[in-house]
Structure formats: structure tokens, C-alpha cells
């Protein structure tokens, strides 16, 4: 069956201390893997697509990397604002459906 | 700024009533989808939609009804409104083709049944 599992369920930090979020998938031919990070209320917003093996992406403090059995979201210096909670999500060949993680939730204290 | 648009954004109604979930986009996506997520939990595919007059029921078992008469409209039915079935409803929406196949959601409705 093919699943996709992130942790650590919950992550606290202090203001600038790095750290990385965990994805890991078991899916039958991985087509694409999604990052999105949720707000309270809101509904997910697209932080980055990775295709392949060894591909990475980054946006302001965070960078996307991509293995053949997981991907880590790693965060730099964290702020207050980067607490949210951050889905992955996996599409496989032949489907068209996305299959999410249950999240982390991360919280970034000043 | 949004495509995709929700409404209502919240919605407080008594058990037994029917209630409809607004969902559209302007993003000409063919494929349209609803999920159901609970308070910190993850989300669950209810339906989807690949294109007008299609629609498919998901992997969460839902008493949920869609349509798709319009490509822009994905809209969501209750016919008669339970306690169980609060919760968070997302919409979202993707291109049929090519190699981003990332979604792009709305806000969501939070509906609560008293």
C-alpha cells in the first residue's frame, strides 16, 4: 500500500536553531514528492515539488531534498513566522491523486 | 493571491440540514478534489473530479455528494447535516497535464453541526 510518513509528529525550536523535518515514503513508482506548509485554519500552501533522487530546492530559510526512500525539509535560523504545520505529500505513476503525511507541526519560539 | 475560492468560510448549522459547499477556480484546471481534514489531523481524499460530468468518490468514505456541471465549479452536498460531520473541508484544484502536478487549495470551510 502506498504510504507516505513524516516526523517527527510535533517539533519545537528556539528562534535560529536549525533543523530538519522528515519524510519518509513507500510508494509504487514515485512520480513527484510535495512540500506544503498549513497555517491554523487555512488551507495548505505549495512550497516546493522534487522529481528525482539528489534534487534539492530552496526557498528562504528552506531547502527540499529528495532520496529514493525519503525527503527532509531542513530549516535554517528559523523565525517565529516558519510555525506551521508542514505536509509532504507523494504522486505516483499511473495515478493522479496525491497521497499526503499526517504533518508536522512546527512551532518556532522567539 | 487565491485562485481556487471557498464559501462559506464558516458555517454553523442544525442537524438535518441540507447544506452545499462552494468551491470554484479560475485557473482552468481540469482536475478538482475534496478533502476532509479534522483539527491536527491529516487530510482525507473525499472526491475528485477529472473533468466536467466526472466525478469519483475517494478514499475516506464520505455521505458527501459533489457535481461538476462547470469546469471553474466543484460544489459539495450535504443532504442532511450530522454532528459527525464536522470538520475542515478543502478544496483544491491541479493541470491535468504535464509534470506539476501540484495542487492548489482554498482556504477551506469549517462547518459545525449543532
Known amino acids: 500500500e502506498d504510504q507516505v510518513t513524516q516526523s517527527p509528529e510535533a517539533l519545537r525550536l528556539q528562534e535560529g536553531e536549525s533543523s530538519s523535518l522528515n519524510c519518509s515514503y513507500t510508494v509504487s513508482g514515485l512520480r513527484g514528492l510535495f512540500w506544503y506548509r498549513q497555517d491554523p485554519g487555512k488551507g495548505p500552501e505549495f512550497l516546493f515539488t522534487l522529481y528525482s533522487a539528489g534534487e534539492e530546492k530552496e526557498k528562504e530559510r528552506l531547502k527540499a531534498t529528495l532520496t529514493k526512500k525519503e525527503s527532509f525539509l531542513h530549516i535554517t535560523a528559523p523565525k517565529p513566522e516558519d510555525s506551521a504545520t508542514y505536509l509532504c505529500a507523494a504522486i505516483i505513476q499511473g495515478a493522479q491523486k496525491l497521497v499526503f503525511g499526517q504533518g508536522t507541526r512546527l512551532t518556532i519560539n522567539p | 493571491e487565491a485562485d481556487i475560492y471557498q464559501t462559506p468560510r464558516y458555517l454553523v448549522i442544525g442537524t438535518g440540514k441540507k447544506i452545499t459547499l462552494e468551491c470554484s477556480q479560475t485557473?482552468?484546471?481540469?482536475?478538482m478534489y475534496w478533502y476532509q481534514q479534522d483539527p491536527g489531523m491529516e487530510l482525507h481524499l473525499i472526491h475528485y473530479?477529472?473533468?466536467?460530468?466526472?466525478?469519483e468518490k475517494g478514499d475516506l468514505s464520505s455521505e458527501s455528494t459533489v457535481s461538476r456541471i462547470r469546469t471553474e465549479h466543484f460544489p459539495l452536498t450535504l443532504e442532511s447535516a450530522r454532528p459527525s460531520h464536522t470538520s475542515q473541508y478543502l478544496c483544491?484544484?491541479?493541470?491535468?497535464?504535464?509534470?506539476?502536478?501540484?495542487?492548489?487549495f482554498g482556504s477551506g470551510t469549517r462547518l459545525t453541526v449543532v
Open positions: 483544491a484544484s491541479s493541470a491535468l497535464t504535464g509534470l506539476n502536478y501540484g495542487y492548489t
Open positions: 485557473m482552468g484546471h481540469d482536475k
Open positions: 473530479s477529472y473533468g466536467v460530468n466526472s466525478t
